[in-house]
């Protein structure tokens, strides 16, 4: 949960080594921070994935954050 506090403080590069791997590669991994109400803008010339403060919904990402936790510690998941 707490990275996903991070990514509203602090926009991050799409290009990024980092997100490209925890993020970008994963399937739905973008559409997934889209649908917590991150969105894509521009930033000194690249693309970067941010969150405007004004429109954060703690409920939301703490659900979220929740269902990656759960995700996570599931050895099951997914499996269905």
């Known amino acids: 949960r707490g990275q996903l506090l991070t ?3 602090c926009p991050r590069r799409t290009s990024n080594a ?7 590669a994963v ?3 973008v559409d997934f921070l889209e649908g917590c109400g991150f969105e894509h803008a521009t930033e000194g010339g690249e693309e970067v994935l ?3 403060e004004a429109k954060v919904n703690m409920e939301l990402l703490n659900g ?3 269902l990656l936790v ?3 510690d599931n050895p099951t998941f997914g499996m269905l």
Not at 18 to 24: C, D, G, L, P, T
């Open 50 to 52: 941010l969150m405007d």
């Open 27 to 29: 399937t739905n991994g």
């Open 7 to 9: 990514l509203v403080h």
């Open 70 to 72: 759960g995700a996570r």
């Open 64 to 66: 979220a954050g929740s």
């Open 18 to 24: 980092a997100i490209q791997k925890r993020i970008v």
